[in-house]
DNA sequence: CACCATCTCCCCCTTTTGGGGGAGAGCCGA
DNA sequence: TCGGCTCTCCCCCAAAAGGGGGAGATGGTG
């Protein structure tokens, strides 16, 4: 039996989906809430499987919430959420998907959606997979190519480069000194500077600084990856 | 009428599908193909609105297929293809599915999926959106909540920069040079010089290198912005 | 074998960078 | 009005980086 919880500040849709769930044989509606304050509480208290969450609503919005739920960070004590959310929202702005993603929802649906869809996307979440509205996908897939995308061109000027100074320029967009880069690979200092001065001879860049810029652009380096502690 | 066309190597599952496709009303199938290189020709010649792909196929892989078929690039004459790919597969490995939107594909559903979900599948993206298998979609979030999320504690250290700060700050991450820098924002080298010192000192960083990275790190600089032509 | 690419290291040199001060002008809030 | 912040610029200096060349040791290939 999938438990869910309805969050909407409007009663009258928050019953119609709660019934449209309840209908099911597999769905059971368990607890429901009109803002994000009381959605904390009732996830706090209920447990739910699936939370169904809108975003506009009085005291707390739905992202903030969602965030606050599936986070505990500030009193980190025992609070293992297992409950996942899925947004659902009349709006889709951009803005409110990827803040949403952030904030570790596994959904994001618009409320046109007819109902089996609505039910199929709990029951899809409830198995450990995500569901997004169409269009939202198309777009993530569009940000995430356009992310993954300029690497093309710049992948032949990568292969251009021997094994060795591509392992010097991943050090170099590591935030290495030449110095550092010796001690990492175990060669003299000397080594290094030629190693760097091919690397950037050959991509056609100045200094290290764009060489940095060169390897996240091209994928050899990533933001998330890397802690900047430095 | 969605015109769709079927690419697999085996022709047993390709008439499979295509006789489930071709039950539906809205759906026809213009042409089947068993290579990379026959579904190239395929496409060029029918040009389906969608075109289903599998990935294991002698002579051309059906990602490289999907990137020559969407991107035109060789002869970029007249060739303005209007088809969308499904890519329909038994095996997603994160390579395969991050090629595959590389390529430009607009789905990724594995063939265990239930023949409604299929035709379903083929009607959304047909209708301009995007469909991924749960399993997908939930990694492309998690992946994408990744490489927003990080920006989080760092971006606590970009705000004890001065606006002027971070706008040297950007400028170094785009891979200029203090000269640049101050050519760009109107200043002499001299006060460039001490901004970056001062970004520096107060990131905790070293040299333009390391702030490179920390740009890229907290979502200053993003991958895929960018030229590098330098 | 000779050739070429790669990796390793050395020299000398110029430019850039980064750190350490100091200082004047403007602006804003106490 | 005064102190603090920011932006602007200056000085000197040491360290790092980058360019140019050379050179020995591999290892593979024609």
Redesign the interface.
């Known amino acids: 039996m999938i438990r869910v919880m309805v969050v909407d500040d409007q009663a009258l849709v928050r019953r119609g989906f709660a019934l449209v769930l309840d209908n099911e044989r597999d769905i059971e509606v368990v607890a429901e809430a009109g803002t994000g304050v009381e959605a904390i509480e009732a996830a706090r208290a209920h447990q739910p499987d699936i939370i169904l969450m809108d975003i506009r609503m009085p005291e707390m919005d739905g992202l903030e919430a969602t965030a606050r739920i599936l986070q505990p960070e500030e009193n980190a004590e025992a609070d293992a959420t297992t409950s996942r959310v899925i947004i659902l929202t009349t709006f889709d702005p951009d803005e409110y998907v990827?803040r949403a993603?952030?904030a570790?929802a596994?959904g994001f649906v618009l409320k046109d959606i007819p109902p089996e869809a609505l039910v199929e996307a709990v029951r899809?979440?409830a198995?450990?997979?995500?569901?997004?509205?169409?269009?939202i996908?198309?777009r993530?897939?569009s940000?995430?190519?356009?992310?993954?995308?300029?690497?093309?061109n710049?992948t032949e000027r990568l292969e251009r480069l021997t094994t060795r100074e591509r392992e010097v320029l991943a050090a170099?967009?590591?935030?290495k000194?030449n110095a550092e880069i010796a001690d990492a690979l175990f060669i003299g200092p000397a080594t290094v500077k030629t190693h760097v001065s091919s690397v950037l001879s050959k991509l056609?860049?100045?200094?290290?600084?764009?060489?940095?810029?060169?390897a996240?652009?091209?994928?050899l380096?990533?933001?998330?990856g890397?802690d900047?502690g430095?």
């Open positions: 990827f993603l952030q570790g596994s899809t979440v198995d450990g997979g995500a569901m997004l509205s169409p269009g996908t198309q993530l897939i940000q995430f190519a356009q992310k993954l995308g300029t690497g093309r710049l170099i967009a590591a935030g000194s056609g860049l100045r200094d290290r600084a764009q060489a940095v810029v060169f996240y652009e091209c994928g380096a990533t933001a998330g890397r900047v430095f």
